[in-house]
């Protein structure tokens, strides 16, 4: 992990009359993290990232990007930033190719031809770049976003639901897209999505809020690997095994069965020792199956499992 | 100025933008072409009970008294045009979400509200400079030049070498007067997100103050001189035989400080708000 924070946020706080949206939040994002920013509905992750781009003023708190402060050196940060704030909207009496260019110009970007329709292509609009966004579906809406967010080529990428509306190609295309950003053009990737899997798949990084608060913060394998797994493990003759299980220690661990499935709930390093002895025991093991996830780890969170 | 580009841009690529243009447009083509064939008619009746003991020399009917007719009937309507535009100015981004878009660029909310403020002005500009191109513009041409007969508190002829800077003067107070209406529906564009409630709001503000100033009671009297509406028609006084350029500076001077409020009142709701559509 690069230790050069690029979002540095302490004790933020935004109320809204008398509902506190954001309570007290510290966030840390470092050079090259690909970040997580995960909470249910109404967590407040939209409005702490509206107040990161300036769009809502925060009741108290300090915010720092790249080292400044978002207030008094906008116009030296904002140049470095790209963003999709919830859905992309644009000025739907306009092609996708005027859009950029008066998007691009407004960052200060390259906004030449040749650098616009690379954008499109990019994004797979290069064909449709004379259509009026109106015209325009959700995803196509969902990949000029991304466009007008990467056209002055930002260092820090802000991506509020990047993949929502797109068709699972699209979404993979995106994915690929943030990790090739993260990894080859050493991008820092702010990510708020509500698809766990997503986030599971291309963050290293990640917060959890809830109600405006942290929940937890740190890597995704730290997080995960600090809590039990879900396991199935499949095996032959499920009632004998289950008896010989009743009469052990595993028999703490065991939380039920289906057919020829047992299912535990096991920290990591015990799944090997639980197959070893159902093996020695004489059963035929077929498979181990981890259903241990984000999501779990997220719904134990959420709902104030895991403290 | 790459703002302001941005901003015209964006602004004459919608259809309503148009709409004050193509109004005045046909508007003015109805009046010519009713006048050209009821207008000597109308300046018989105005010179009725006069032409016995003057002489009359020259054609009355001619391109600057056409003009002046339109510019007296079209005036009192180009705020209900100006208002189409400039109540969508900042709405306009709030109904679309590209506040969003527009708001996270390395340009200060000062230079966004600037922009907007000097795009509807070139809008009035605009429209004001359309109406003196097809109403005195094509009406010399059609109807030819000549004096200009003038019926106000009496009847007025100005000789032809002395009626293009009365014209000029009076599309240049027009400026001033549709600048003052078109902030006016700027600021209640900033408070809202749609741009239907800042047109009804503008109109109804206009509505109101000249209702206000009409009814004769003493009070309401004292009020009219504070109220803006009360200063738009100045434009009126550079038709007049002996100007009041007292009166003229004065109603001038409260019509730009108005401007002046409105813009700083309104860059000050813009800086401070938050963006939550």
């Known amino acids: 992990m690069n230790s050069e924070q690029v979002i540095e946020v302490r ?8 509902l506190t949206a954001v309570n007290n939040l510290d966030l840390n994002v470092y050079r090259g993290d690909v970040f997580g920013f995960l909470g249910p509905n109404g967590a407040g992750k939209s409005t702490t990232i509206r107040m990161l781009l300036s769009l809502i003023k925060p009741t ?3 915010m720092k990007i790249f080292g400044k402060s978002i207030e ?3 116009k030296e940060i904002f140049p470095k930033i790209g963003a999709i704030v919830e859905k992309p909207d644009f000025y739907l009496y306009l092609s996708a190719y005027k859009n950029l260019e008066i998007l691009g110009k407004l960052s200060g970007a390259d906004v ?11 994004v797979g609009l290069d064909k449709r770049y004379k259509s009026k966004v109106k015209t325009f579906s959700h995803g196509m809406k969902q990949r000029l976003g991304l466009a007008q967010a990467l056209i002055h080529d930002p260092e820090l990428i802000i991506l509020d639901e990047p993949t929502t509306g797109l068709d699972p190609q699209g979404m993979k295309e995106i994915r690929d897209l943030i990790i090739y950003l993260s990894r080859e053009k050493g991008k820092t990737i702010f990510l708020s999505s509500h698809i766990l899997h997503e986030v599971e798949l291309i963050s290293t990084r990640m917060i959890i809020i809830n109600k405006g608060t942290t929940q937890v913060e740190g890597t995704v394998e730290e997080l995960l690997a600090s809590d039990k797994v879900k396991v199935t493990f499949e095996v032959d003759r499920v009632e004998e095994a289950l008896g010989i299980i009743n009469e052990t220690s595993w028999q703490k661990e065991f939380k039920s069965t289906s057919k020829n499935e047992i299912n535990f709930e096991l920290a990591k390093e015990e799944i090997p020792a ?6 020695e025991k004489g059963f035929s093991v077929s498979a181990i199956v981890p259903v241990r996830s984000l999501e779990d780890y997220f719904l134990k969170i959420t709902e104030g499992g895991l403290k | 100025m790459t703002l302001v580009y941005i901003e015209l841009q964006k602004m004459f690529k919608k259809w309503r933008t148009y709409i004050g243009i193509i109004a005045i447009g046909l508007l003015t083509v109805i009046i010519q072409v009713s006048l050209y064939f009821t207008g000597k008619e109308i300046i018989n009746h105005q010179m009725r009970g006069i032409e016995e003991s003057f002489l009359m020399v020259g054609n009355l009917f001619n391109g600057y008294f056409i003009s002046r007719m339109i510019l007296t009937l079209l005036v009192i309507h180009i ?3 100006v208002v189409l535009v400039g109540g969508d100015l900042l709405a306009g981004e709030a109904t679309a979400g590209t506040y969003r878009m527009l708001l996270t660029r390395p340009v200060s909310r000062l230079q966004v509200i600037t922009a907007k403020f000097i795009s509807g002005f070139i809008y009035v500009v605009v429209l004001i400079f359309w109406m003196a191109f097809i109403s005195l513009g094509v009406s010399l041409i059609i109807f030819g030049s000549g004096p200009l007969l003038s019926v106000g508190s009496g009847i007025i002829i100005f000789a032809e070498n002395d009626i293009m800077w009365r014209f000029l003067c009076a599309y240049g107070y027009a400026i001033i007067s549709m600048t003052t209406v078109i902030f006016i529906s700027i600021i209640f564009s900033s408070l809202v997100q749609n741009a239907i409630g800042p047109i009804v709001s503008t109109m109804a503000v206009i509505i109101v103050f000249l209702i206000l100033s009409a009814i004769p009671v003493d009070f309401l009297q004292g009020l009219k001189p504070y109220l803006f509406t009360s200063h738009l028609g100045q434009w009126n006084n550079f038709f007049s035989d002996e100007i009041d350029y007292k009166e003229v500076f004065e109603s001038a001077g409260i019509l730009l400080a108005h401007i002046a409020v409105l813009y700083a009142v309104t860059a000050y709701i813009f800086i401070k708000k938050d963006i939550l559509s």
């Open chain 1, 11 to 18: 004790g933020l706080t935004k109320k809204f009359g008398s």
């Open chain 1, 60 to 62: 108290s708190g300090e």
């Open chain 1, 72 to 74: 008094k050196d906008r």
């Open chain 1, 112 to 122: 030449s031809k040749k650098k616009i329709m690379s954008m499109l292509e990019m």
């Open chain 1, 274 to 279: 639980l197959n070893k002895f159902l093996i």
């Open chain 2, 79 to 81: 705020p209900f045009l």
